[in-house]
Structures are given as structure tokens and as C-alpha cells.
């Protein structure tokens, strides 16, 4: 679902660019979690890449891939917030996306098990979050989906 | 502009500055790399010369690849495919030349 083209401030309080409210994510599936991306850092989707793994690497770094020409690191998106795995993927891709703060983000990928719509998720909605790279929670058309916020992605902690 | 050795250890495609790079010896199946005041390094394969990379930092892989971290310089492509490029002056552990790496030869 795509918002319709507004300049005003939606009903939840959401401000809107386009024909997208600044509340608009990705929603994707890892593993049993539906997981809600930031669509401002969502650069593309993509089939699942080939990766190249790193021995020794921590078990959320699936290793290295190439997208139009430049190296990314992509990372397990359901091992990042511990998800237990899902059935096997019909169709996994890797979401390209911008992660790291404002002043040092930096490319990478996440690889899910499928894209599934572009959702609307007012920052009023979410709760229960750490602060962290895994913002909270929200209801989103009668299911939780895990909220993240790709510029907490890749600090250390 | 700077050129980069291009080998493979251990599965992963490597770049090293090839100035810190004096010399190159088969040993064995394996390649000894003799770096300019460091400790020689290992190879399984040695690819090619390239000065071509555009070198790019990644915070994430150093936080998720903790052991190679500090050796690690950046990452680059090479053709199609993603290759870690090394800081000569502390490689990471995984490339240096251990006993068993082969002999001269």
C-alpha cells in the first residue's frame, strides 16, 4: 500500500514527501517476524545476492556481496532480531539499504525472506521500543511488526 | 594512485596495498608474501595487480567481524566480486604465514 500524494500532515501526524508519509516502511518478513524498514533508507530490492561468507565473522554477518559495482556486508536480518527461522523462502531478496547515522551511513543489505507492502507506521504506534536498532513495536493491520531504525545499524553496542 | 596485490586466503578475496608488498615466493600450494616491516603474510592464490579500487570504510563489518576488524582498511570490488582490503600495517591474524602454510618451493 502506497499513501496518496499529500503535502499536509496525514491523520496519525505523519508529514508526507511525495506520495509517501514519512512514516513509510517496508514491511518485510525474517524468518516468523514481520519487520518494518524505513523507506527513506530502503535503496532497492533486489533477488537475494550471492554472498561470500567470512570465516570467523559473527553469525549475523552472512558475508560480502556486490551491487552495482560497490561491496556490501549483508546481514540476516531475522538472526539481527532473533527471529525463529520460517518456512523456506519462495522468493528471499536482499533489501539494499542506507544504515548508519546521518554523517557516516554506509550501504549494506539485509537479507529476508520476502518483501511483502509499504505500510504506514506513525511514530505514535510504536512502543515497547529500546532505543536501539530495534525501535519497538507497532500494530500494523492486526499483526506486531518489529520497528527498526537502520541508523542505530552497525554502531557498536 | 595506489595499486593493490590481489589474492584469496581462507575463501576471501584480499587487497593489499602493493607498495607495503616486497616480495612473493611459492610455498608449496600456498604463496609466502613478504611485507615491508611486517611479518610475512599467506596466500592461497595470488590473482592479480589492480589500481583500480575504490576503497570504502565499513563500520558494520568491523562490528560484525570482530577478529579481522583492526587489519581491515576498507572494502572494495574487483569485477563483480567484494573484496576486504587490508591495513599492511596490522593485517589481520588470518593472513599471516603460519607453520604448515607450505614450503619453499
Known sequence: ?157 | MSSYLLLRRGGVLWGIDNAAVTGLTRRGESFRIAMDGEAPLSADEVLCVVDDLRVQPSAALCRFWPGAAAGVAGLAVHGELPLVVVDPRQPPAMLRLEEGDGTDG
Request: with cysteine.
Open chain 1, 1 to 157: 500500500m502506497i499513501a496518496p500524494e499529500s503535502s499536509s500532515k496525514g491523520a496519525n501526524g505523519s508529514g508526507r514527501l511525495g506520495g509517501l508519509s514519512t512514516g513509510s516502511h517496508l514491511l518485510v518478513q525474517a524468518g516468523e517476524y514481520v519487520c518494518a524498514l524505513p523507506l527513506v533508507s530502503v535503496r532497492r530490492v533486489v533477488r537475494s545476492l550471492t554472498v561470500h561468507p567470512l570465516p570467523g565473522s559473527a553469525p549475523e554477518l552472512e558475508g560480502l556481496a556486490e551491487f552495482g559495482g560497490e561491496p556490501l556486508p549483508v546481514l540476516n536480518l531475522a538472526r539481527m532480531v532473533n527471529a525463529a527461522p520460517g518456512a523456506n523462502p519462495a522468493y528471499p531478496v536482499t533489501v539494499v539499504v542506507w544504515a548508519g547515522p546521518a554523517d557516516a551511513r554506509e550501504i549494506m543489505g539485509l537479507a529476508v525472506d520476502a518483501a511483502l507492502e509499504v505500510a504506514d507506521v506513525p511514530s505514535a504506534s510504536v512502543v515497547a521500543g529500546g532505543g536501539g536498532f530495534l525501535l519497538g513495536e507497532a500494530p500494523i493491520a492486526g499483526r506486531v511488526v518489529r520497528v527498526l531504525n537502520l541508523e542505530a545499524l552497525g554502531r557498536e553496542t
